[in-house]
């Protein structure tokens, strides 16, 4: 009876391993939103990695998490690398193309929990008097990507961060920092205006001393 037992169980898991390994390869996640500004000012929130702070959607995940800048700031070459909590993990981020204004393309490696290497690309054009941003993603499904897919929508959980990500990316270049106000030079401070002190006068009352000798004589 359990070797019948034992026989079934490999019979289901090897079934369940050929089809999951019939999955398909590769995922593709795309968002994209129209944003009110001009396509060189959205390319340097993407192009410089210091810069994903004020729209990246996991950056909030955990406030505490370790970043690290290496090579050029921005650019091709430029990387940044993390390490935090169960929500982020730990990876890095490579530019592997940059053309400014219009397109940039990245090297996404994740560490852990898990290891994994996708591409991702912004494509930046001009619709209107703003910007069109795409936002793309290509996952390699290895076996554990795909089972993993059996039970999750990669597309509608990688695609909401990717919307929120754009929508924090068109707060932060739509609304922009207000111009700093000018401030107000201090009026001139008036110095007092010296009154010149009038030379003492001789006392017309006094005597002088030639008086006082004529004085004397018989």
Known sequence: MLKKILLGLVVVIGGLAAFIATRPDATHVERSTTIAAAPDVIFGYVDDFHRWADWSPWDKLDPDQKKTFEGPASGVGAMTAWEGNDKVGKGRMTIL???????????????????????????????????????????????????????????????ADFETGLANMKKAAEGGAPAAMPVPAPPPVAMPVPVPTPAAMPDAAAPTAEADVGAAQP
């Open 97 to 159: 193309d940059s053309k400014p204004g219009a397109f940039v393309k990245i090297k996404l490696e994740f560490i852990e929990p898990w290891a994994q290497t996708n591409e991702t690309t912004f494509t930046l054009s001009p619709d209107g008097s703003g910007t069109r941003v795409v936002w793309a993603s290509d996952f390699n499904n290895g076996f554990v990507g795909k089972a993993f897919g059996l039970f999750m929508d990669m597309d509608a959980m990688i695609g």
